[in-house]
């Protein structure tokens, strides 16, 4: 996970069930901002060892925001009811947050600290529960 230097790009967006969530709704904890999208393999697979962390986490102030590339509101939240998502699932209908983030590759991931700062970048798909993931983001939290 390198180091990333740059300022946080601004994350307004709807869910599926149409409520808004910005970054500054998160303050105060540590936040995996994910881009992913219903057909994409990696993303899919990534998406288990989010989930994986989120429980090591349970308790602990860090959340997960999915970010959905651009794809409908009924075929994301098909998705997410049968693959039983629990993370706040966000749609990205015309790829604002994926042009302001610089997203070019999915799944691509980014960990903000409690203060909001962008710390890490990840393009492609990583296991969230393996060592180096796991020992980065509990750091955060310190």
Known sequence: MPWTESATPPLSLNDVAGRRHTLADYR????LVNFWATWCEPCREE????RKLQERLAGRPFVTLLV????SRMRVGEFVERESIDFPVLLDPNHDALRAWRVRVLPSSFLLDAD???RYSV???IDWTGADA???VQGLLR
Request: charged content about 15%; overall charge negative; proline content about 0%.
């Open 28 to 31: 105060g904890s540590v936040v």
């Open 47 to 50: 998406m288990v060892t989010m």
């Open 68 to 71: 959905n590339y651009g794809e």
């Open 116 to 118: 909001g700062r962008l």
């Open 123 to 125: 393009i492609g798909e």
């Open 134 to 136: 796991v020992n980065v």
